[in-house]
């Protein structure tokens, strides 16, 4: 086997943000810029001699480029096998579980996720280890110190058809091209009450699930239309797309508006859902009811022993800090803990390893449970249609039951996207001075109760992973809480989360009841005065 050292010098800003590193095509396209990254990965990841490696991505532009040269290099790095996606493609929710199925030691996913794709959009890279989960933090600052002082990266000559399953060799190592979908239907049939799901669409209920043509569509033809039998034509923009058809593959009310339309309409399907670019997030809109991912959290805990899979009860909730605490109420309903981690799934995987959770949710879209290390879009679809099969009742029907016991966490997040990024530090760092001297301070009908910059402490390794968000909380128990994306590729985005709970008034329009909360967002923070902007440019 021919290796040749191709030096190389760092590039400055390699560090893994929120989830791998994202970046724009253009950046990611320059010579030695992947290569520099995935070769800091393998320089730093622990793994014995012969390992298996799972490479998998989401189809989009320019994934084919960097799968064809990481297994070159995989190769030249003493890997003994390469399990790789068909055409190049896994969802991240299906890579997680490859690599947990067959042993591997870790994988690298190529996304950016819910970003948007072609030749002048996203690009990313991620690494997951050995339990299928993102690297937690002390990998990836390993990963990025690795990248500053980086002088050559390795490759064997040689080529792969990603498109023809089987096995082949690229220098001694052995490449298997699998078929990405079909593990992860088994897994997913093993979990869910499929025949109680066909008995409902046999009785004549109805879906549709918008792939935006990225890469659950595969997935959910099969799960959805050939297993589950709901009709052809339930999932729309099936075909995944390498720019996604021009869309921003993320699923909430402005960019998947015409599910949200479609399921607002008079003859709307029972149920509509959708997923992002990787496959890892999911939106849940019934017919004329709109569910927020921190509200589908706290339902499905509630209800997941209805599938087979949980049928033995949940060991724990975890949610992300800004995520809201519908779930809370819950666990606490349970009797069993819930853990506030900070955002990104990668805090999970040390709960879902120690046994001390079986569901995780973040407000950002994500939900998922220990059968995978990543959080997992059409999991979400079918546990949601697994619950609305056995309990024959509506979502709408659904959500105000359970609005009826714990009460109603009003939630809305507000971004502000391309935010310079001078701008938003200087937001942080003024309200990070100023949060000792908010207690007590009257803001409208509001009263300022405790402020803080969020700072966790693992309870499994005692890690500690200090300023992830300032949160305000109100004398009256809601909650803003402030953050800058880790995710975005231009600028900063500012996160405001808003959260106002009602134990008994569970009818009202969310904009109304965060009316005073988004008032006292701009007092507080000075959105407008730092930023220019007065108004967000999503609202989820
Ligand atoms: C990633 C992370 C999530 C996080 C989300 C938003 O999701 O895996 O845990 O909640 O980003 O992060 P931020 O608020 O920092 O932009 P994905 O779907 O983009 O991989």
């Not at 949710?361 to 059968?371: V, W």
């Not at 500012?494 to 967002?521: C, G, N, Q």
Request: net charge negative; proline share 5%; charged share 20%.
């Amino acid at each position: 086997m021919t290796i040749h050292s191709h030096p190389t010098t760092p590039f400055a800003g390699q560090k893994p943000g929120t989830s791998g590193l994202r970046k724009k095509v253009r950046v990611f396209a320059q010579p030695n810029y992947a290569e520099n990254f995935i070769q800091s990965v393998f320089d730093v990841v622990e793994r014995a001699p012969g390992a298996t490696l799972v490479i998998g991505g989401d189809g989009r532009f320019h994934n084919r480029v960097v799968i064809v040269q990481a297994i070159r290099m995989a190769a030249a790095n003493g890997y003994g096998r390469v399990l790789v996606g068909q055409g190049g493609i896994l969802s991240t929710p299906a890579a997680s579980h490859v690599i947990r199925k067959y042993g591997a030691s870790g994988g690298l996913i190529l996304s950016a996720s819910h970003n948007p794709g072609g030749p002048d959009e996203d690009f990313g890279i991620k690494y997951n280890i050995a339990n299928g989960g993102p690297a937690p933090e002390a990998v990836t600052d390993a990963i990025f110190a690795r990248t500053q002082t980086i002088d050559r990266w390795l490759a064997v000559p040689g080529e792969v058809d990603l498109d023809r399953l089987g096995t082949n060799l690229v220098g001694d190592m052995t490449v298997a091209v699998i078929d990405p979908v079909a593990d992860y239907a088994e897994l997913m049939e093993s979990l869910f009450d499929f025949a109680a799901i066909r008995r409902a669409v046999a009785g004549g209920f109805t879906m549709a699930f918008d792939a935006m043509s990225a890469v659950t569509g595969p997935y959910a033809v099969e799960i959805l239309e050939r297993r589950l039998g709901f009709a052809a034509g339930t999932v729309r923009n099936g075909t995944p797309l390498e720019d996604f058809g021009g869309h921003h593959p993320d699923p909430n009310l402005v960019h998947a508006r015409e599910l949200y339309d479609a399921m607002m309409a008079p003859d709307a399907p029972d149920f509509g859902a959708a997923s992002d670019g990787d496959g890892d997030r999911n939106l849940i809109i019934g017919r004329h009811r709109f569910i927020t991912p921190s509200d589908s959290l706290a339902m499905l805990a509630a209800n997941a022993h209805l599938a087979p899979g949980y049928a033995g009860g949940l060991k724990g909730i975890a949610r992300s800090m800004p995520t809201s605490a519908a779930a809370d109420r819950v666990a606490k309903a349970l009797g069993i803990p819930c853990f506030e981690t900070p955002t990104g799934w990668k805090f999970f995987g040390n709960l879902l390893d120690a046994g001390k959770v079986t569901i995780c949710g973040e407000e950002s879209a994500g939900t998922g449970s220990d059968h995978v290390r990543e959080k997992d879009g059409l999991w979400a679809v079918l546990l949601w249609l697994n619950i609305l099969a056995v309990r024959g009742v509506s979502v709408d029907a659904l959500a105000r039951e359970h609005w009826a016991k714990f009460g109603r966490n009003y939630y809305a997040r507000h971004d502000y996207e391309a935010v310079d990024s001078a701008a938003a530090n200087a937001l942080i760092a003024e309200l990070t001075q100023a949060l000792p001297s908010l207690p007590g301070r009257v803001v409208g009908p509001l009263t300022v109760a405790a402020a803080d910059s969020f700072s966790y402490t693992d309870p499994v390794d005692g890690s500690v992973s200090a300023g992830q968000g300032l949160r305000v909380l109100f004398a009256c128990g809601s909650r803003i809480v402030f953050r800058l994306s880790g995710t975005g590729t231009e600028g900063a985005t500012l996160r405001v989360y808003l959260e106002a709970y009602s134990a008994t008034d569970i009818d009202r329009e969310t904009p109304a009841m965060l009316a005073d909360l988004i008032a006292a967002a701009e007092a507080i923070a000075g959105i407008a005065r730092h930023t220019g902007r007065t108004r967000p440019d999503v609202v989820t």
